[in-house]
């Protein structure tokens, strides 16, 4: 259950598996969130994304129907747009968290990253790409490798906010205006070590009956 007052997609990263990665303890300190879906249908599918800050501020929403040869080649295509939206909007060395109801899709995500951080580029699992999708994961991947730090997270189609844009376009096609604008999120909150202030040794004990050093 998402924790009281927190924002949506930062609850659904926080509480979600990252195949292949190790959930990190402080995972709040993503600077995006990203939530993607695809849809096919037989007489047209949709694409749609969902972009927030940490502090749960909507940086956009995109509802774009589509043509999908199947649902496998719509997840990535989703996913290629959305990071493309982000790359324009966030920083280069932007944390983002990315969520997918696509098992295959957060494993590739995740693979790459740790791909590229290894020594001879390569996963430690191989790459389970479905046809049809080489110029979409070609793209996702370089987007990948664009910001500073990135994980996938799998999340439940019914949870994935992302996933009425990509199903019901039509009924959206509006709320790709809102990406008008460009939102930055608030500075990382303060950690309690950091707000916590010691005084020094000089002045500690300056009550404590004794004469405290100069």
């Not at 007052?5 to 990203?34: K, M, N, Q, V």
């Amino acid at each position: 259950m998402a924790a009281y007052g927190r924002p949506a997609l930062r609850d659904l990263f926080d509480e979600s598996p990252t195949p292949h990665i190790a959930h990190p303890p402080r995972t709040h300190h993503r600077d995006f969130y990203i939530a993607t879906d695809g849809s096919y249908r037989r007489t047209g599918g949709g694409l749609g994304a969902v972009i927030e800050t940490r502090d749960g501020t909507r940086v956009g929403r995109i509802a774009n129907p589509d043509t999908p040869p199947n649902n496998n080649v719509a997840e990535y295509r989703a996913l290629h747009l959305g990071l493309d939206v982000l790359a324009v909007r966030a920083p280069a060395n932007a944390r983002v968290g990315i969520l997918v109801d696509h098992d295959d899709l957060a494993s590739n995500v995740n693979r790459a990253i740790l791909a590229a951080s290894h020594p001879d580029g390569q996963p430690p699992r191989p790459y389970t790409i479905p046809e049809r999708t080489g110029f979409h994961w070609r793209g996702i991947t370089a987007r990948l490798n664009r910001f500073g730090e990135v994980r996938a997270a799998r999340i439940d189609s019914r949870d994935n906010p992302a996933h009425t844009l990509a199903n019901t376009p039509e009924q959206y096609t509006h709320v790709t205006k809102e990406l008008d604008r460009c939102v930055l999120p608030e500075p990382p909150e303060p950690t309690q070590s950091e707000t916590t202030q010691v005084p020094p040794p000089s002045r500690a004990n300056r009550h404590s009956g004794g004469r405290a050093s100069d």
